[in-house]
C-alpha cells in the first residue's frame, strides 16, 4: 500500500507541477498556488463527505502548521519553475524535500529492511541524476529560481511531517484545515501586494482565460490528491518510505516538459528514471 501510494503521490505532484510551471508562466506564482488551493479546498471538502473528517485541537494544530508549509511550497515551487530550467529545478527541490523526512523517521526509531534501505539511497540517487544535466549548452537555473527550489524543498519537508502525524482516524480533517490555511494566507498575500501598491488586482483577469484556468484547475487536483495519497501512504508505512517515493515526481515533470516545451532529456537523466524504477521493484520486494 505504501510504495502504490507513494508512487500516486509522486504522479499527482509531477503533473500538477507541471501544469502550474507553464500557468505560473502567464501569470504570477501566488495567483495561480491560491486559485489551485481554493479549488483543492472545495474538492477536500467534497471528498471528506465520503471518507470522513474528524476536527479537534490536535487535528487544527497539525493542519495549521501544514497549511503554512504548504502554501510556501507551492509558491516557492511554482516560482522556481516558471523561472526553469524545469528539468533542474523541479528534481532540485525534491531531493530536498525527502532528506529531512528520511533522517527524521530513521532518527526516531523507524526500522527498514536492508533492500529497502539500499532502494531509499538508490532513488535518492536517481533523483540526483535526474536533475543533472551535463553541457555547456545546458541553462542553469538563476540564484533567484535556486533560492526559490530550496525554499520550497523545505516547505514540502514540513508538509511531509505534519501530514505524517496525522491521526489515523482524523479521515481528511488535517487536509481540510491544511487548505483552509493556505487558503487565507494566499489572499492575504494576494492583498498585501494590493496595499503596497505592487499590484493593482488581486488576481489577474487573464488567470481565467480559457487556456490557463485549466491548467491552474489541473494543478489543484493534482496537488490536493497528492496529499491524500501521501496521507494514506504513510499511514500504511514508513513516512520515510513515503516520501522517497514521493520525490519521483520530477520524472513525470520531466518528461511533460520533453513532450510539450521540448527541454532536452541528456542520458544522466535517462539513467536516473531507469535506476529510480529499479529502486522502486526493490522496495516492493523489501
Given at each position: 500500500?505504501?510504495?502504490?501510494?507513494?508512487?500516486?503521490?509522486a504522479f499527482s505532484y509531477?503533473?500538477?507541477?507541471?501544469?502550474?510551471?507553464?500557468?505560473?508562466?502567464?501569470?504570477?506564482?501566488?495567483?495561480?498556488?491560491?486559485?489551485?488551493?481554493?479549488?483543492?479546498?472545495?474538492?477536500?471538502?467534497?471528498?471528506?463527505?465520503?471518507?470522513?473528517?474528524?476536527?479537534?485541537?490536535?487535528?487544527?494544530?497539525?493542519?495549521?502548521?501544514?497549511?503554512?508549509?504548504?502554501?510556501?511550497?507551492?509558491?516557492?515551487?511554482?516560482?522556481?519553475?516558471?523561472?526553469?530550467?524545469?528539468?533542474?529545478?523541479?528534481?532540485?527541490?525534491?531531493?530536498?524535500?525527502?532528506?529531512?523526512?528520511?533522517?527524521?523517521?530513521?532518527?526516531?526509531?523507524?526500522?527498514?529492511?536492508?533492500?529497502?534501505?539500499?532502494?531509499?539511497?538508490?532513488?535518492?540517487?536517481?533523483?540526483?541524476?535526474?536533475?543533472?544535466?551535463?553541457g555547456s549548452d545546458v541553462?542553469?537555473?538563476?540564484?533567484?529560481?535556486?533560492?526559490?527550489?530550496?525554499?520550497?524543498?523545505?516547505?514540502?519537508?514540513?508538509?511531509?511531517?505534519?501530514?505524517?502525524?496525522?491521526?489515523?482516524?482524523?479521515?481528511?480533517?488535517?487536509?481540510?484545515?491544511?487548505?483552509?490555511?493556505?487558503?487565507?494566507?494566499?489572499?492575504?498575500?494576494?492583498?498585501?501586494?494590493?496595499?503596497?501598491?505592487?499590484?493593482?488586482?488581486?488576481?489577474?483577469?487573464?488567470?481565467?482565460?480559457?487556456?490557463?484556468?485549466?491548467?491552474?484547475?489541473?494543478?489543484?487536483?493534482?496537488?490536493?490528491?497528492?496529499?491524500?495519497?501521501?496521507?494514506?501512504?504513510?499511514?500504511?508505512?514508513?513516512?520515510?518510505?513515503?516520501?522517497?517515493?514521493?520525490?519521483?515526481?520530477?520524472?513525470?515533470?520531466i518528461l511533460l516538459a520533453?513532450?510539450?516545451?521540448?527541454?532536452?532529456?541528456?542520458?544522466?537523466?535517462?539513467?536516473?528514471?531507469?535506476?529510480?524504477?529499479?529502486?522502486?521493484?526493490?522496495?516492493?520486494?523489501?
Amino acid at each position: 500500500m505504501t510504495i502504490l501510494f507513494g508512487l500516486l503521490t509522486a504522479f499527482s505532484y509531477g503533473y500538477a507541477d507541471f501544469v502550474g510551471a507553464v500557468a505560473a508562466k502567464k501569470v504570477r506564482a501566488l495567483s495561480v498556488t491560491t486559485v489551485a488551493f481554493m479549488f483543492g479546498l472545495v474538492l477536500a471538502l467534497i471528498a471528506s463527505l465520503f471518507v470522513g473528517a474528524e476536527y479537534n485541537l490536535n487535528v487544527f494544530q497539525i493542519g495549521a502548521l501544514a497549511g503554512i508549509c504548504s502554501a510556501a511550497a507551492i509558491t516557492f515551487l511554482y516560482a522556481a519553475l516558471a523561472l526553469g530550467p524545469i528539468s533542474i529545478t523541479s528534481p532540485f527541490t525534491a531531493v530536498l524535500s525527502a532528506i529531512i523526512p528520511v533522517v527524521f523517521d530513521i532518527a526516531t526509531g523507524q526500522q527498514l529492511s536492508s533492500l529497502a534501505g539500499i532502494a531509499i539511497v538508490l532513488i535518492l540517487i536517481a533523483v540526483v541524476l535526474v536533475a543533472f544535466v551535463p553541457g555547456s549548452d545546458v541553462r542553469l537555473p538563476s540564484l533567484k529560481a535556486t533560492l526559490y527550489s530550496v525554499g520550497a524543498g523545505l516547505g514540502f519537508s514540513g508538509i511531509f511531517l505534519f501530514l505524517d502525524m496525522a491521526p489515523a482516524d482524523s479521515g481528511l480533517g488535517v487536509l481540510v484545515v491544511m487548505r483552509v490555511v493556505g487558503v487565507v494566507l494566499m489572499l492575504a498575500g494576494l492583498a498585501a501586494l494590493m496595499l503596497t501598491g505592487r499590484s493593482k488586482v488581486l488576481i489577474e483577469k487573464e488567470l481565467f482565460a480559457a487556456g490557463t484556468i485549466w491548467l491552474v484547475l489541473l494543478a489543484g487536483l493534482g496537488d490536493v490528491s497528492g496529499n491524500v495519497f501521501f496521507l494514506i501512504a504513510t499511514n500504511s508505512g514508513a513516512l520515510a518510505v513515503a516520501a522517497v517515493l514521493s520525490t519521483l515526481y520530477p520524472v513525470g515533470t520531466i518528461l511533460l516538459a520533453r513532450v510539450f516545451l521540448k527541454e532536452r532529456i541528456a542520458l544522466s537523466q535517462n539513467i536516473g528514471i531507469l535506476l529510480a524504477i529499479a529502486a522502486c521493484a526493490m522496495l516492493a520486494l523489501g
